[in-house]
């Protein structure tokens, strides 16, 4: 089925581009291996794909003082090393992303935990669900890190509005393969499709 074949001619689009932060990458803070690759080809995606959305957006941790999410002695289920600190090079977009220029930026976390996108707000305060529906959109594809943890409960949120969600798989990445298995279930069971790329 090609990509054209199963989108509606007046869908409106928006790649999801969640928590690329190199706090996720090798040598950051929380690192997922894989992370850096992943943050490569999400920026080969995008600048080949930029014309097939109508909204390219970027999530991004930007913790001050979400209480217990962080820990010195975290679980790593609940509770994590402090990562994702807002105001520091860890917590900018990753700079493979540099020229991205997204239509919509929203920051998570501030004093919570929030995995998801959608508990995100851009500068003005304006939640991310508030800024896709300003401009239409009703489809999203979902790209980024972790799978397993924020892209994970992006897509679900997105579906949760009644978006048809894509994740991308070969643009994503989980904490561990376990954790991967088990959130494309989750996913799947929501209505998720889960594809490749290209």
Not at 11 to 39: I, K
Not at 130 to 144: C, K, N, P, S, W
Not at 160 to 184: F, I
Request: aromatic share 6%; proline share 6%; hydrophobic share 40%.
């Amino acid at each position: 089925m090609t990509q054209t074949a199963h989108h509606d001619r007046d869908a409106r689009r928006a790649l999801l581009v969640v928590d690329v932060q190199p706090t996720f990458c090798e040598g950051g803070a929380l690192a997922v291996e894989g992370g850096n690759a992943v943050a490569e080809r999400v920026a080969g995606y995008a600048a080949a794909h930029r014309s097939d959305y109508d909204a390219v957006v970027t999530t991004q941790d930007w913790h001050i003082d979400p209480g217990e999410h962080f820990s010195d002695e975290p679980d790593f289920v609940d509770t994590w090393p402090p990562h994702g600190v807002a105001g520091t090079d860890e917590a900018e977009l990753h700079p493979a992303l540099a020229d991205l220029a997204p239509d919509i930026s929203v920051k998570k976390g501030r004093y919570e935990a929030a995995y998801s996108g959608f508990e995100g707000v851009d500068v003005a305060g304006r939640p991310l669900a508030d800024l896709l529906a300003a401009r239409g959109i009703t489809e999203v594809d979902v790209v980024g890190i972790a799978e397993s943890h924020c892209v994970k409960q992006t897509a679900l949120d997105a579906a949760a509005l009644g978006l048809r969600v894509r994740v991308l798989t070969d643009l994503t990445v989980p904490v561990t393969p376990e954790q991967g298995a088990r959130a494309r279930e989750e996913m799947a069971a929501a209505g998720v499709l889960l594809e490749p790329s290209a």
